[in-house]
């Protein structure tokens, strides 16, 4: 799916995005990634000292800037990010499902990297990269970059959704981004009356956090089932399969969530949010009185304003090694934008694959500025997912660079009978609790 002029420019905001925002249609159009950063005023004039601009202050983003001062101090690093707080998606889904009370736990500030690290962070929307004057063009003005980071997450792919529009999420919430999407799901679940008919629709593969939905079908069939029993949960998936964790997810829905929940194979293809119907492509049409519509997904805006994304336009090909774009020189790409070579499974779109690929990424960019050999990706992913309120389940994936790919060498699953479940909860709340404090100190 492309991303239409419309679209495009609706994405950059303000009068000189507008100007490079047309520049950048016609060349795209043309064929050609590059984007000129046009008349936009500069800001934050580049010293002597080499700097790297990080854009993105999410679960990729902080790392790499923290990882980058830390093994280097004579690099200026500039962190760019829209929000002046980060809320994180892994477990926002409790939050959803009414089992914490806000989302405090889930919230960062920068301001200690600031303190503790002497990044600059600049509030600010990046509207556009000009690859060949190495500038980010952004709402407050360009700046110049030695390198650049891209860690921006993800944007939704709507189009194949009949009646799907910009205000969709603001009835159907997608809550695939953490924050005042994920408040206005639990609130609308708070809000139902029992009896009501609740679906998930899950995108097909590859989208941010693959065990995500399935987690959310638990919490979400558990409060259901304490507070609202007369209710029913579907979900509409995409895939042909539930895609990860299968059994251990589909030994919980049998044996605690029967009466409520359903999974149903088929892809969400029409939302009507005044009929407040949802309707899929097996012909199967629900009336809702919750419908948390998960559109398929795509590497974050920017990514694919700047050209970084495939001919698909999806997600940006990237060396395994330095994670330098394949398309752009001296730009890496982190995180859920990636498109890493893979041999066999590929580093699932989490949290903490980002984590570990921004620091093989930090060592590797000051390597390179530094005339160094680099160092080879060998990292884990490790992923807690809630099948209850009292128990969680996890996967976990070592992962190393053969033959230039990245392979799975080594799996470790949760035990069938959940015997580990209490134990494993408290795992994933310590990981969060470590992973949000590395990214804020
Ligand atoms: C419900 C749910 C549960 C999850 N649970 C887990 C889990 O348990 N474990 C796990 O490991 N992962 C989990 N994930 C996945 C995890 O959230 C993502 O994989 C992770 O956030 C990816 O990191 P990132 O740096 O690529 O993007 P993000 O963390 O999303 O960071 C991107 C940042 O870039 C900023 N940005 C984007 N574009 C611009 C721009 N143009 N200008 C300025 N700023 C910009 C955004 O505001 C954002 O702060 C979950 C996801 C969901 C939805």
């Known amino acids: 799916m492309t991303l239409d002029r419309r679209n495009f420019i609706k994405l950059l905001g303000g009068a000189s995005g507008l100007a490079i925002a047309g520049q950048a249609a016609a060349q795209a159009k043309a064929g050609s990634a590059a984007v000129s950063a046009g008349s936009a005023a500069e800001i934050m004039p580049k010293g002597s000292a080499r700097r790297v601009i990080v854009i993105g202050g999410g679960y990729g ?6 990882y980058l001062r830390m093994l280097d101090k004579s690099i200026e690093v500039v962190l760019i990010e829209r929000n002046k707080e980060f809320v994180s998606c892994p477990f926002s889904n409790f939050y959803i499902a009414g089992l914490m009370p806000d989302m405090k736990a889930l919230t960062i500030k920068y301001d200690k990297l600031t303190a503790n690290h002497g990044i600059k962070v600049l509030h600010a929307e990046v509207t556009a990269i000009d690859a060949a004057a190495k500038m980010v063009v952004t709402s407050q003005g360009r700046l110049a970059y030695d390198r650049l980071i891209v860690s921006p997450g993800i944007d939704f792919m709507t189009d194949g959704i ?20 994920s408040a206005l799901l639990r609130k609308q679940l708070q809000a139902m009356k029992d009896g009501g008919t609740v679906v998930i629709g899950v995108p097909l593969m590859p989208f941010r956090c693959p065990p995500g939905p399935y987690e959310r079908a ?7 089932k304490k507070h609202k029993p007369k209710s029913k949960l579907i979900m509409l998936d995409a895939n042909p399969d539930v895609v990860s964790k299968k059994g251990l997810f589909t030994k919980a829905w049998n044996s605690y969530y029967k009466d409520i929940f359903q999974y149903v194979g088929g892809q969400v293809t029409k939302v009507d949010t005044k009929a407040r119907i ?9 009336e809702v009185a919750v419908a948390n519509v998960i559109p398929p997904q795509r590497a974050g805006n920017i990514a694919v304003v700047a050209g970084l994304t495939d001919d698909k336009k999806r997600w940006c090909p990237v060396d395994a090694i330095s994670f330098e774009s ?13 498109l890493l070579p893979s041999d066999g499974g ?26 160094k050999p680099t160092t080879e990706l060998s990292a884990i992913n490790a992923c807690y997912s809630a099948v209850s309120e009292t128990e969680s389940v996890s996967v976990s994936h070592v992962f190393k660079l053969v033959n230039g790919k990245i392979k799975i060498t080594a799996t470790a699953v949760s035990p069938i009978d959940f015997s580990l479940g209490k134990i494993e909860k408290a795992y994933g709340e310590s990981w969060l609790k470590n992973v949000l404090t590395e990214m804020s100190t």
């Open 61 to 66: 983003g902080t790392i790499a800037a923290k």
């Open 278 to 286: 949802v309707v899929a492509d097996n012909f199967d049409e629900y």
């Open 218 to 224: 638990c919490l979400i069939s558990s409060y259901l």
């Open 346 to 371: 590929a580093m699932p779109k989490s949290g903490y694959s980002a984590n570990s690929q921004a620091k093989v990424c930090a060592i590797n960019i000051v390597a390179l500025m530094n005339d």
């Open 326 to 338: 394949t398309i752009l020189k001296d730009i890496h790409v982190l995180g859920d934008a990636t």
């Open 162 to 181: 009949e009646g799907y529009d910009a205000k969709t999420p603001e009835i159907f919430p997608h809550a695939w981004k953490a924050g005042p999407q």
